[in-house]
């Protein structure tokens, strides 16, 4: 199943009150800059944070119980 995240604001976004702060080595620096360079990406906060919701989204989704387990036929 794949994840899609939508904007459905009614009225005014939530402003975001919680800073999370992120450590990166040169390697990974690197990549992420490279990535936005050759994407045109303007927005790195918006990148990272969209990037990280959906990741855990997915996860929720895979590791949600379900009603009938397929896995064990």
Request: net charge positive; glycine share 2%.
């Amino acid at each position: 199943m794949s994840v899609k995240i939508t904007k459905k604001y009614k009225g005014k976004p939530e402003p975001r009150k919680h800073k999370v702060s992120i450590m990166l080595n040169e390697s990974e620096m690197r990549a992420l800059d490279r990535y936005c360079n050759q994407y045109v990406v303007s927005n790195r906060s918006k990148l990272i944070r969209e990037t990280l919701m959906r990741n855990i989204l997915k996860r929720f989704d895979t590791d949600s119980p379900t009603l009938f387990d397929f896995d064990n036929e």
